[in-house]
């Protein structure tokens, strides 16, 4: 209890802290009119209300992602509770401020645009593609995720493939909701409804939490226990957990969804609270679910405590999604019916309504791409037919595959977000004569540096990746130390060519 309560805390006193310190290295401009008012569209670029703005853009972001990665790390034991935390104040929230506020100083721009400006035109195709790849594995993670919570609560028509059982018919359909929520302007279903069912994710977390700090907090695993790695599979704390618990420390997926709003938000003042707030809400939900996941299945009786009732758990449902089987359980058992239907209802419409933005936001990076006018309802539906081809080609892949391929791109489009936050702040802050935030840029790229190790170490060593034995994982590492050393010294040399 002690480690949650301490955390939680952390969280909120890092937003009103360091969450300042980098709006002040920004540098904001609240008298600079955002492009929701200089080019008004009625579709993409709509004025809305901060807390509506707040609202979604938490919506957006959250998803499954700060619940089911949160869950997965929390399999690595209670370092995950560490990382949830300095991961959101130092990384993520950083990461999604800068990723927000550039998408308003350059006129709406996508990520990969917003990349590319700063990068050059082939670090912009790369991203493109990263983008597009990252947003189509997190539509899919986010239609069986919900797909089989719902079959759970209605079942419907099911067909089986390989070794898994896809329910059909809620998948088609979720998808014919993503048609319309994925074509129609921002403000019509996105902007109207996705404020409730974001106050609903909040709720579900503020209720789990509130049963567990009352009645389950003996159970709940401590980081004095130990931070030594409690995953059975034989794979390393470090990058893996880094990986897995992605949303709910710094995702490279937010990155995507904040141009979306950035398009709505009247005044760069809001930019803090939407971008920087959305975030640490995230990780404050992250760090509920991980504690729920670790406390829920303590069963001192049989000699399982914490975690290693987790463990067991997950042991006698091989194949199975553990991540939406545990929030089904601890949803049902600790709010009771009438709070377990509306936890799960947030749990199930979070994921929905993030698959959704993450289509609506690859049509607006395909757009961009194509130079495509996005007024005529007809050209945003040419734009996303073959996305959704894409996606229901996609579900037909083991779940487990696609999250860990998702986590990974995921990070890495993060890496590249950072990194492009490091140079707008180094060129824009350390030039300025007698600049208090001379180097501000730190703010960036020291997480851009870190996260360079967790990717490039992680390709190398994760079982989808060239999964090196355990004997030759320290090349792994070395090999990953060394390209985040070039990118270092990559960097120092474009700071020394660019004053001259």
């Not at 994760?462 to 090349?475: F, I, K, T, Y």
Request: hydrophobic content about 55%; aromatic content about 14%.
């Amino acid at each position: 209890m002690i480690t949650f309560i301490v955390a939680l805390i952390l969280l909120v006193v890092g937003f009103f802290t360091y969450g300042v310190l980098v709006e002040r290295i920004f540098g904001i401009e609240p008298e600079r009119k955002t492009p929701a008012l200089t080019k008004t569209d009625g579709v993409d670029f709509v004025p809305m209300a901060p807390w509506r703005i707040f609202l979604v853009q938490f919506l957006n972001i959250a998803g499954l992602g700060p619940i089911f990665g949160a869950i997965m790390g929390i399999f690595y034991g209670p370092a995950a509770f560490l990382w949830i935390v300095f991961g959101t104040i130092f990384a993520g929230g950083v990461h999604d401020y800068l990723s927000g506020m550039l998408s308003i100083r350059k006129l709406g721009y996508s990520l990969p645009d917003i990349i590319g400006d700063e990068m050059g035109h082939a670090v912009k195709t790369l991203m493109r593609a990263l983008s597009l790849v990252l947003l189509i594995l997190l539509t899919t993670t986010f239609l069986s995720g919900p797909a089989t919570l719902l079959q759970g609560l209605c079942p419907l028509s099911t067909i089986h493939f390989h070794l898994s059982t896809i329910p059909i018919a809620w998948v088609l359909i979720i998808f014919g909701y993503y048609a319309l929520a994925t074509v129609l302007p921002v403000d019509k279903l996105i902007g109207r409804f996705y404020p409730i069912f974001g106050a609903m994710l909040l709720f579900m977390g503020i209720g789990i939490m509130v049963v567990m700090l009352g009645w389950h907090s003996a159970e709940m695993p401590e980081v004095f226990d130990g931070l030594h790695n409690r995953q059975t599979n034989g794979l390393p704390l470090f990058p893996m957990m880094f990986v897995s618990i992605a949303c709910g420390a710094i995702s490279g997926f937010h990155g995507t969804q904040s141009p979306i709003m950035a398009r709505c938000v009247t005044n760069e003042r809001q930019g803090r609270w939407i971008f920087y707030g959305a975030m640490v809400a995230e990780g404050i939900l992250a760090l509920i679910w991980a504690a729920a996941a670790g406390t829920f299945f303590a069963d001192p009786e049989k000699g399982l405590y914490g975690i290693d009732g987790l463990q067991s758990f997950a042991a006698q449902h091989p194949g199975e999604n553990i991540a939406a089987l545990v929030i089904d359980k601890v949803s049902r058992s600790w709010l009771g019916i009438v709070g377990g239907v509306l936890a799960i209802i947030g749990v199930i419409a979070a994921p929905i309504t993030s698959g959704d933005t993450a289509l609506r936001s690859a049509r607006l990076i395909v757009a961009d791409y194509l130079n495509m006018d996005q007024k005529p309802p007809r050209k945003r539906l040419l734009i996303a037919l073959p996305l959704f081809f894409c996606v229901f080609g996609m579900v037909f892949v083991d779940f487990n595959v696609v999250w860990r391929y998702f986590a990974w791109t995921n990070q890495t489009l993060a890496v590249f977000t950072l990194w492009t936050g490091t140079v707008w702040l180094y060129r824009h802050e350390v030039k300025i004569h007698d600049n208090p935030y001379r180097f501000g840029y730190l703010i960036a790229l020291i997480p851009a540096l870190f996260m360079t190790m967790v990717c490039s170490s992680y390709i190398l060593i994760a079982p989808e990746g060239l999964h090196l034995p355990v004997e030759w994982r320290w090349l792994g590492y070395t090999i990953a130390g060394v390209i985040t050393l070039l990118c270092l010294c990559g960097f120092i040399f474009w700071t020394k060519k660019s004053e001259r």
